[in-house]
């Protein structure tokens, strides 16, 4: 089964940007559909981006649309997540998920559907 550790977290200023990564090891990256969530302090974790196992399709939550940018490299079992314009409202603990699934053009936008869960990832955006 596939393990997830997320790095690139990080203190940035309003308007600035980020690059987490979620890295997979295990056999089934590249067959998994993936996607990023978020969890603000006193907030439920709530879906930010997903992306199919071919990377050929991919959807946002309306928050982050034409800032966020959702990725993957099957050749380095890795995920990306470019965070472009951030807000003081981005800042959260950014969790990668995955999903094994045969399909190659499906993503998955609810917590219920994601099987395996990565620790987390500080970001933090100051005003």
């Known amino acids: 089964q596939v393990q997830l550790v997320e790095s690139g977290g990080g203190l940035v200023q309003a308007g600035g940007s980020l690059r987490p990564s979620c890295a997979a090891s295990?056999?089934?990256?590249?067959?998994?559909?993936m996607g990023w969530f978020r969890r603000a302090p006193g907030k439920d974790r709530e879906f930010v981006a997903a992306?199919?196992?071919?990377?050929?399709?991919?959807y946002y939550a309306d928050s982050v649309k034409g800032r966020f940018t959702i990725s993957r490299d099957n050749t380095k079992n890795t995920m990306y997540l470019q965070m472009d314009s951030l807000r003081p409202e981005d800042t959260a603990v950014y969790y990668c998920?995955?999903?094994?699934?045969?399909?190659?053009?499906?993503?998955?936008?609810?917590?219920?559907?994601?099987?395996?869960w990565g620790q987390g990832t500080q970001v933090t955006v100051s005003s």
């Open positions: 998920a995955a999903r094994p699934t045969s399909s190659h053009t499906v993503y998955y936008t609810s917590t219920y559907d994601y099987i395996v």
């Open positions: 295990g056999r089934t990256f590249s067959s998994s559909a």
């Open positions: 992306i199919s196992r071919s990377a050929g399709t991919t």
